[in-house]
């Protein structure tokens, strides 16, 4: 100011002379002080910082100090709040980012729908959900919402058809929020449909991925499968639980009567919890790999793990059966081996032995071992003549509300679960003659052959009753195998085979069926 007084400076040079003398000063300096220099000129109190934005005429160096930076912000410089909002996401303060990344909606008009986007994507590129669901909703960013949605696992209201199409296309996904208008491609051999289920965005992705591996998959590109487009339904319609096995209350799948034809299996798949088969109904988490998927089709198809099951599932799985279904021989602990089979722990609690057909690990032991010729064929032959035996997801409907609308869907399908329910309603109803012509019907199967020798034993045919529970006991079936063994004790239906009696008895007692277990203990033969 002395200076000023001395050369008698008017007001308005005082300005310019400062602004010339900083420019020159500050170009002997390093980038450090200029940016500190103009920082100190800027926040004087001669306006030259007001002046400078208005005229954007700030030298690109202040845009580096972070000091500098706020004081601009807090003038209303958009390039300053956008980089003070970049700098603090880079350095993973997201708070204070998206503080600045709101600032920048208090610009002018024509900026404030850019700084909507922006404040939009920095949600997206955080995985911040809820926040982009709020904002987007309150913005009119109906796309940005509609993801929000998606990826939160929450229902999409009120769709309009043309923004449907531009979400489907924008992220490249075939997905449908109606069951009636689920489809299928156009295919010559198109023996097995799947329906796809995500539960959120990451799901949406994963399945697509799935069914484009599936396609070109060497073992299974060729089967007669056809997958249609998927179908999203929220977390709060689809509810399941990640527990162990993936667990899902189906009772709104099950209250749906508009189905298209055809379909055989669906494909449900959520945010987290372990693979499983169960009636029909693959279920896997987004975080699994084909490999999982791969290992739970073919258990779809009737294979077994070649790992130790826990021994609930033990009980269930190792039997003394003769069932085309499964990769694996089942044999007695004390029966000798043929040197073509290879033991296996699956059943290592029980005195059933599991072996394998093939000497080298596969993928129903380890996700990342290959599957053998030999079980592609197995596969083949459970598809081309046993699809009958597999259950279909229809079972599952079925199965919560005894809809007539699930068995007729599932005797359509040829489904023989779907039948024998509809054979023991027939049974129920003393219509006997129907029960047994439609039981007669679905052969080589253990359940309809116990089935039928129990009603052919209620009608006193007994010669017809020992014959079906002998062929339900050479498949394996443990109730078959105790009431043949009965049979034969008493000699009811032809001779008494005491010997045989005692052998089918031990076979059902081995598989850890309760009435031969009691009836061992008890009185044996």
């Known amino acids: 100011m002395l200076f000023f007084k001395k050369h008698k400076f008017k007001p308005e040079f005082r300005f310019w002379f400062l602004f010339l003398f900083s420019l020159n000063f500050l170009s002997f300096s390093s980038n450090h002080s200029i940016a500190l220099s103009q920082h100190h000129l800027l926040a004087g109190?001669?306006?030259?910082?007001?002046?400078?934005?208005?005229?954007?005429?700030?030298?690109?160096?202040?845009?580096?100090?972070?000091?500098?930076?706020?004081?601009?912000?807090?003038?209303?410089?958009?390039?300053?709040?956008?980089?003070?909002?970049?700098?603090?996401?880079?350095?993973?303060?997201?708070?204070?980012?998206?503080?600045?990344?709101?600032?920048?909606?208090?610009?002018?008009?024509?900026?404030?729908?850019?700084?909507?986007?922006?404040?939009?994507?920095?949600?997206?590129?955080?995985?911040?959900?809820?926040?982009?669901?709020?904002?987007?909703?309150?913005?009119?960013?109906?796309?940005?919402?509609?993801?929000?949605?998606?990826?939160l696992g929450s229902s999409l209201p009120q769709v309009q058809p043309d923004v449907f199409t531009d979400l489907k296309r924008k992220f490249k996904l075939d997905f449908t929020l109606q069951i009636d208008e689920l489809s299928f491609s156009q295919q010559t051999h198109c023996g097995i449909k799947v329906v796809p289920i995500a539960t959120d965005f990451k799901s949406l992705n994963q399945l697509k991925q799935h069914v484009s591996t599936f396609k070109s998959d060497e073992d299974l590109h060729e089967l007669p499968v056809c997958f249609s487009n998927i179908l999203y339904l929220s977390k709060q319609v689809l509810s399941c639980t990640a527990n162990e096995a993936i667990k899902c209350d189906l009772s709104y799948l099950a209250q749906q009567q508009n189905w298209p034809e055809g379909i055989r299996h669906l494909v449900i798949m959520t945010s987290d919890g372990s693979a499983n088969v169960n009636q029909g109904i693959m279920y896997l988490s987004a975080k699994h790999d084909f490999n999982v998927f791969k290992h739970e089709w073919l258990h779809l198809f009737g294979f077994e793990d070649e790992y130790p099951l826990p021994i609930k599932k033990q009980q269930q799985r190792c039997r003394l059966s003769t069932s085309t279904l499964s990769q694996l021989v089942m044999q007695e602990r004390t029966a000798s081996v043929a040197k073509n089979l290879f033991p296996i722990p699956t059943c290592n609690a029980q005195t059933v032995q599991a072996y394998k057909l093939v000497e080298r690990p596969t993928l129903m032991q380890y996700l990342d071992s290959p599957m053998p010729k030999r079980y592609k064929t197995i596969l083949n032959a459970n598809i081309a003549h046993h699809l009958g035996e597999l259950k279909t997801f229809s079972n599952a409907m079925y199965n919560l509300d005894e809809a007539s609308y699930w068995l007729a869907y599932g005797v359509k399908l040829?489904?023989?679960?779907?039948?024998?329910?509809?054979?023991?309603?027939?049974?129920?109803?003393?219509?006997?003659?129907?029960?047994?012509?439609?039981?007669?019907?679905?052969?080589?199967w253990s359940m309809a052959y116990s089935s039928l020798a129990r009603i052919y034993y209620q009608l006193q045919d007994f010669e017809q009753a020992r014959h079906f529970y002998g062929l339900a006991a050479e498949q394996g079936d443990s109730y078959g195998q105790y009431f043949y063994a009965k049979m034969l004790a008493n000699g009811e239906g032809g001779p008494k085979d005491q010997k045989s009696a005692i052998r089918y008895l031990n076979h059902a007692a081995a598989q850890a069926n309760p009435l031969a277990i009691q009836l061992i203990n008890l009185a044996p033969f």
């Open 45 to 151: 109190k001669m306006g030259v910082a007001a002046h400078l934005i208005s005229h954007n005429a700030i030298p690109i160096e202040i845009y580096q100090n972070v000091d500098a930076l706020k004081h601009l912000a807090g003038l209303k410089d958009k390039k300053a709040v956008i980089f003070l909002a970049e700098h603090y996401e880079r350095t993973n303060q997201l708070d204070l980012a998206e503080f600045y990344f709101i600032q920048l909606q208090h610009q002018e008009s024509t900026a404030s729908e850019q700084a909507k986007l922006t404040l939009s994507q920095f949600y997206q590129r955080h995985q911040m959900w809820q926040k982009l669901a709020e904002f987007s909703q309150l913005n009119g960013l109906t796309l940005d919402f509609y993801l929000s949605q998606l990826y």
């Open 414 to 444: 040829g489904d023989y679960h779907s039948k024998l329910f509809q054979a023991l309603k027939f049974e129920t109803q003393r219509d006997f003659a129907r029960a047994l012509s439609e039981l007669s019907a679905l052969v080589n």
